[in-house]
């Protein structure tokens, strides 16, 4: 319970009192204090980008996609545990948040050059293969913060600049045509 010293008091389920109830009622694991919706952010935009090819009308609402801090997604979302997540994640282990911020950061970039590129041709041809390649690009880094979020990861192994070697690797391997 070392997350609930420093979180706002929130409404408890009416069944217990215990501070790992609240978080996981939240859907925050209790273990490290951060929560998977945050990934619903990128996965909406990568759904997007997988639709494309069989509907390029999903392109404007790619193009409108703008990316945002783990603290920005849920102060602007109707999450009903918005607050206790924000402040589960601010008491999170830093090494755990600045490598799931670094994963986020990362991801970003992908979908921002993706936008970039996309714009510069604006084919549906091009547009598909790009799109393509940029999911390639997401899944594992998406798969990555999950497990970090989920527990699967030592802060002291998340190094950030891990999460920079694997995407030069990603992109080496996939070059856009």
Not at 28 to 34: A, E, K, S
Not at 54 to 79: I, K, T, V
Not at 134 to 144: E, G
Request: aromatic fraction near 6%; charge should be negative.
């Amino acid at each position: 319970m070392k997350y609930l010293d420093c979180i706002e008091p929130v409404q408890a389920p009416a069944e217990t009192d215990d501070g790992d109830a609240r978080l996981c009622a939240a859907d925050i694991n209790p273990d490290t204090g951060l929560a998977t919706d945050y990934l619903n952010h990128f996965n909406e935009a990568i759904m997007l980008l997988e639709m494309l090819p069989a509907c390029p009308d999903c392109l404007d609402d790619f193009l409108a996609w703008r990316p945002m801090s783990y603290r920005e997604h849920f102060a602007a979302s109707r999450f009903k545990g918005r607050g206790l997540v924000i402040a589960a994640y601010n008491a999170a282990e830093p090494g755990l948040r600045e490598y799931l911020d670094a994963l986020a950061v990362t991801m970003t970039v992908v979908l921002e050059t993706t936008r970039t590129a996309i714009r510069a041709d604006a084919s549906s041809e091009a547009a598909g293969l790009i799109a393509a390649h940029a999911v390639a690009c997401l899944k594992p880094l998406i798969a990555r913060a999950g497990a970090v979020i989920g527990g699967g990861v030592d802060p002291e192994s998340g190094d950030p600049a891990a999460v920079q070697a694997m995407v030069d690797e990603l992109m080496q391997q996939r070059s856009i045509s």
